[in-house]
């Protein structure tokens, strides 16, 4: 069983770029679920893709956005970096919105 | 808006003795709560998960307890190690599929 990757692990940009994170779900796994970490906080729901489609959303800015491919693997995009994007970024999968869920490493970004 | 809170920020015990970690949480629609422990430089793990539909689960040398009525969840580790130092959260799923994780406890075991 392969667990949940991220990529890539470090990632530095400037203020206003734009910015792709990848995650690989978990094999047997249909649900993706983005969230932010701030240092020294706990995660933060972004949102949710379930085949394919948004199926929840926290209260992040549209610049926010999301994909899910057929093989249930997801990007995170982030338009518009600003300072305080800065964060740990952390993709989990699970086997529908409502069941547990396993986390990848994350993806460190720092926003100059 | 949702909140989910911790009570201690920090805890620290000695190896062998049994930790409790406390988790208040807001929203009385939440139906699904899990505890996570996260290790430095790393993801979340999984610990253990419990329903609404529930009041205890055990795992293995852990315990979640919910008390519905004041809204309150907590974790017990017993006979805590060394490697259970780390920070834990406890999260919970409202309708919608929303996530809501709290503030985190820093568990320090003192050998």
């Known amino acids: 069983e392969t667990g949940v990757t991220q990529s890539p692990t470090h990632l530095i940009k400037t203020r206003g770029q734009q910015v792709t994170l990848r995650c690989s779900s978990q094999?047997?796994?249909?649900?993706v679920s983005w969230y932010q970490q701030a240092l020294g906080q706990g995660p933060q729901f972004i949102f949710q893709y379930y085949r394919e489609e948004e199926n929840g959303r926290g209260n992040f800015p549209p610049r926010f956005s999301g994909l899910q491919f057929p093989n249930y693997s997801s990007e995170l995009n982030v338009n518009a970096l600003e300072l305080d994007d800065s964060a740990l970024y952390l993709c989990?999968?699970?086997?529908?919105?409502?069941?547990?869920?396993?986390f990848g490493p994350g993806t460190r970004l720092l926003v100059l | 808006g949702e909140s989910v809170g911790l009570h201690l920020p920090t805890l620290s015990v000695q190896e062998g003795d049994n930790s409790i970690i406390n988790c208040a949480y807001s929203n009385s629609a939440s139906d699904y709560f899990i505890w996570y422990k996260q290790e430095s430089g790393k993801g979340p793990q999984f610990i253990i998960d419990i329903r609404s539909n529930m009041d205890k689960r055990q795992g293995q040398r852990v315990t979640v307890l919910l008390n519905k009525t004041v809204k309150h969840l907590s974790l017990q580790i017993a006979a805590t190690q060394p490697g259970d130092s780390a920070v834990y959260f406890c999260a919970e799923n409202i309708p919608g599929n929303q996530f809501y994780f709290g503030t985190g406890t820093s568990l320090t075991v003192i050998p």
């Open positions: 989990a999968s699970s086997f529908g919105g409502m069941e547990t869920q396993y």
């Open positions: 094999s047997g796994h249909n649900t």
